[in-house]
T-cell receptor, first 114, second 113 residues
Framework: EADIYQTPRYLVIGTGKKITLECSQT?????MYWYQQDPGMELHLIHY???????EKGDLSSESTVSRIRTEHFPLTLESARPSHTSQYLC?????????????FGPGTRLTVT | KNQVEQSPQSLIILEGKNCTLQ??????????LRWYKQDTGRGPVSLTI?????NTKSNGRYTATLDADTKQSSLHITASQLSDSASYIC????????????FGTGTRLTVIP
């Protein structure tokens, strides 16, 4: 089982609140990713990082922000949550380089904004 | 346009039966194709990876095939078990820069006793 952790697993929060979704990995991977996934739909990349102090926006526009101060930690922040942010958020990591690019996923955070 | 399409969208089979899931892609250039299993409420877990030169790869009761000419892949599950109930996602790596990931929408498999 992959050593990548996400907290909280479930979060119900009111509109306008600031939230931070935590993601940590102990595999020493340089690359980390955040995906958004609605029920029954495909994963959409919203942020990724090549390493410390590197962050990039993904394919799907998101109002969230990320930071990468430490290799093992890649938190995602929503400054003001809205009902449209309700979704599952999956964090993943992979080694830098190599041809296989296997991503190891965390268990996800199910976010509900009321 | 780089796309990954999977079929069927959902599938219900009896325990012990076999099934085959399909993945068609238009990603170019192609680096590799990976099948993931995603249990409800969990993150995806890699089952197999296929590179351009490979056309069959097995992982226990899971066998993946790849036809790089027709850009099609299949995942065959033998002697299904209740624990096989999950979403199966096809992910193709490639595109400009050759390291972008393109996700299919997945096939939702339900195995019933």
């Amino acid at each position: 089982e992959a050593d990548i952790y996400q907290t909280p697993r479930y979060l119900v929060i009111g509109t306008g609140k600031k939230i931070t979704l935590e993601c940590s990995q102990t595999m020493g991977h340089d690359k980390m990713y955040w995906y958004q996934q609605d029920p029954g739909m495909e994963l959409h990349l919203i942020h990724y990082s090549y390493g410390v102090n590197s962050t990039e926006k993904g394919d799907l526009s998101s109002e969230s922000t990320v930071s990468r101060i430490r290799t093992e930690h890649f938190p995602l922040t929503l400054e003001s949550a809205r009902p449209s942010h309700t979704s599952q958020y999956l964090c993943a990591s992979s080694e830098w380089g190599g041809r296989t690019y296997e991503q190891y996923f965390g268990p996800g955070t199910r976010l509900t904004v009321t | 346009k780089n796309q990954v399409e999977q079929s069927p969208q959902s599938l219900i089979i009896l325990e012990g039966k076999n099934c085959t899931l399909q993945c068609n892609y238009t990603v170019s250039p192609f680096s590799n194709l990976r099948w993931y299993k995603q249990d409800t409420g969990r993150g995806p877990v890699s089952l197999t990876i296929m590179t351009f030169s490979e056309n069959t790869k097995s992982n226990g009761r899971y066998t993946a095939t790849l036809d790089a000419d027709t850009k099609q892949s299949s995942l065959h599950i033998t002697a299904s078990q209740l624990s096989d109930s999950a979403s199966y996602i096809c992910v193709v790596t490639g595109g400009a820069g050759a390291n972008n990931l393109f996700f299919g929408t997945g096939t939702r498999l339900t195995v019933i006793p």
